[in-house]
């Protein structure tokens, strides 16, 4: 049972804007870095967002997170068909000593 | 550049274990630590646990204390999980996931790489 939530999907037209949220409780937010993946269909988590809100080299700046209190949010701008995908948000809770990950939400490319 | 690759699909029986491994490849390895998670069919992803292998302590998430078992072997850069007493709850897609912060708590940041995932399924 996840702690962090998200919607399960969004849809956008290409060229538009989504937004993903990302909510929790205090414990696991509040003290910790978010991070966000990419899973296309049949094939492994990419590493979007790291610490909040920064890319790892190669990740287009069409996609930002940012982070605040309990809730952490992806932005993907100028959306692509190939942004279709599921992406997932993760912490650490410091009080479970565990990994958080988010439901899961699935963006669909209209 | 940095490789894990991991072991093929295995069907299991329910009560039986599954040992996937990860072979790691372009970095140095006793430095980085290396997460599992796991998917279920049409779930989201999972934590499981994680080990850095030059402090070779491995760290477990709650639900699966004391079912699985993660190592790192050194001499040949791979990592291990073994699940216990399968049921069929635990088939799914297993993958193993680089660290992205050396000489940190695998879990504790965040999961730069990936393996490509291995499939078990359990089933009598």
């Known amino acids: 049972q996840s702690v962090l939530t998200q919607p399960p999907s969004v849809s956008a037209a290409p060229g538009q804007t989504v937004t993903i949220s990302c909510s929790g409780s205090?414990?696991?937010?509040?003290?910790?870095?978010v991070s966000w993946y990419q899973q296309v269909p049949g094939t492994a988590p990419k590493l979007l967002i790291y610490?909040?809100?920064k890319r790892p080299s190669g990740i287009p700046d069409r996609f930002s997170g940012s982070k605040s209190g309990t809730s952490a949010t992806l932005d993907i701008t100028g959306l692509q068909t190939g942004d279709g995908a599921d992406y997932y948000c993760?912490?650490?809770?410091?009080?479970?000593?565990?990994?958080?990950f988010g439901g899961g939400t699935k963006v669909t490319v209209l | 550049q940095v490789q894990l690759v991991q072991s093929g699909a295995e069907v299991k029986r329910p009560g039986s274990s599954v040992k996937v491994s990860c072979k790691t490849s372009?970095?140095?390895?006793?430095?980085?630590?290396i997460g599992w998670v796991r998917q279920a069919p049409g779930q989201g992803l999972e934590w499981m646990g994680g080990?850095?292998?030059?402090?070779?302590?491995?760290n477990y998430a709650r639900r699966f204390r004391g079912r699985v078992t993660i190592t790192a072997d050194k001499p040949t850069t791979t990592a291990s999980m073994e699940l216990t007493s399968l049921t069929s709850e635990d088939t799914a897609l297993y993958y193993c996931?680089?660290?992205?912060?050396?000489?940190?708590?695998?879990?504790?940041?965040?999961?730069?790489?990936w393996g490509q995932g291995a499939l078990v399924i359990v089933s009598s």
């Open positions: 996931a680089r660290a992205g912060i050396p000489n940190y708590t695998p879990g504790r940041d965040y999961f730069d790489y």
């Open positions: 372009g970095y140095n390895f006793i430095n980085y630590g």
């Open positions: 080990i850095l292998p030059i402090v070779d302590r491995p």
């Open positions: 205090g414990s696991n937010f509040e003290s910790d870095d």
């Open positions: 610490d909040n809100t």
């Open positions: 993760a912490t650490w809770d410091t009080s479970l000593s565990d990994v958080l």
